[in-house]
């Protein structure tokens, strides 16, 4: 083939774009303009949060919204790292975080695998019971007399083993392994491969956007752990962060606590400022390394199936 064949089917095939017309451009910049707000309404609340947590009393108490604090001081911050379980506090919370969303993440993907297959027999019974979970639950008592008799009471795994699946993230996970296309499974098994074979060098490589997804959603989960450890941890020192936090507030509203004491006590205001920036902060450093994952991965699993 010549060169001047090869260069007058690239110019063929070259697109050209029509102009944008004056009335499509009004629409671009009202578009931008209304998303512009939108991004300042979300933003201007939680930088008002982390400048107030940031001011002094005076300054607290006579601005009612903060978004560059005229005197900066570290007192609010300085008492909660004061607390002495804060750190290991964080610690249990790291824990079950990183081990329940592990746990969660095996439990559900190989779950959801299964569910996916169309050739399980049971399959329409299986997922008719999980999405009944979504609309029936036992509650909070039935929840605690089954935890207090699998032995799981003032045991971190009280936080880990009785929320480790999701009906939610597993219908999500299910439905995007249902958009992997059979034939790549059916090559597999023509070449010799395993079932857990195929799981772990087709499946898996292929549902990164779902596995970041999900591992997301059970991460946060995890890590706002509150209700279940005032359920079933009566050692105060295996609370989660979360926990102690709360206490932290409640000393530093002049209220009794049993946790948290410290010599001065900072305005109750900025503590809680403090306590919203560093309960937010470990996801707001997560969530970069997965967000081009996370719509992609939430999308597809929510819209196949």
């Known amino acids: 083939m010549s060169e001047k064949t090869i260069l007058g089917r690239?110019?063929?095939?070259?697109?050209?774009?029509?102009?944008?017309?004056?009335?499509?451009?009004?629409?671009?910049?009202?578009?931008?303009?209304?998303?512009?707000i939108f991004t300042l309404m979300c933003l201007l609340p939680f930088i008002n949060i982390v400048a107030s947590s940031f001011a002094t009393s005076g300054e607290i108490s006579t601005r009612p919204f903060i978004l560059i604090p005229r005197t900066f001081t570290i007192d609010a911050y300085r008492y909660i790292l004061s607390?002495?379980?804060?750190?290991?506090?964080?610690?249990?919370?790291?824990?079950?975080?990183?081990?329940?969303?592990?746990?969660s993440m095996v439990l559900t993907s190989f779950m959801a695998y299964?569910?996916?297959?169309?050739?399980?027999?049971?399959?329409?019974?299986?997922?008719?019971i999980v999405v009944f979970t979504m609309l029936f639950s036992g509650g909070m008592i039935p929840g605690f007399i089954l935890v207090n008799s699998l032995g799981l009471m003032n045991s971190l795994w009280a936080l880990i083993l009785p929320g480790s699946i999701?009906?939610?993230?597993?219908?999500?996970?299910?439905?995007?392994?249902?958009?992997?296309?059979?034939?790549?499974?059916?090559?597999a098994k023509m070449d010799g491969c395993s079932t857990l074979g195929i799981f772990f060098r087709i499946i898996l490589p292929l549902s990164l956007p779902s596995i970041a997804t999900i591992s997301l959603f059970y991460a946060v989960?995890?890590?706002?752990?509150y209700q279940s450890a005032i359920l079933y941890l009566n050692d105060s020192s295996k609370w989660p962060v979360q926990v102690l936090l709360r206490q932290?507030?409640?000393?530093?509203?002049?209220?009794?606590?049993?946790?948290a004491s410290v010599d001065v006590i900072p305005p109750a205001q900025s503590v809680k400022m403090a306590v919203i920036v560093i309960a937010t902060l470990p996801m707001l450093i997560v969530y970069p390394f997965v967000q081009k994952?996370?719509?992609?991965?939430?999308?597809?699993g929510s819209v196949k199936g």
Do not use: C
């Open 293 to 300: 994952y996370f719509v992609k991965g939430a999308m597809v």
């Open 166 to 187: 999701s009906a939610y993230n597993l219908i999500i996970m299910r439905n995007f392994f249902q958009g992997i296309p059979d034939s790549l499974e059916e090559s």
């Open 114 to 128: 299964g569910l996916s297959r169309r050739y399980l027999h049971g399959r329409g019974i299986l997922n008719f």
């Open 10 to 36: 690239k110019k063929k095939a070259k697109v050209h774009h029509r102009p944008i017309t004056k009335s499509e451009r009004v629409i671009h910049i009202l578009i931008i303009i209304f998303l512009s």
């Open 221 to 225: 989960n995890y890590w706002n752990t």
């Open 83 to 103: 607390t002495p379980t804060i750190f290991k506090s964080v610690g249990v919370s790291i824990f079950v975080t990183v081990i329940g969303t592990f746990v």
């Open 248 to 259: 932290i507030v409640i000393v530093s509203s002049g209220m009794n606590a049993d946790a």
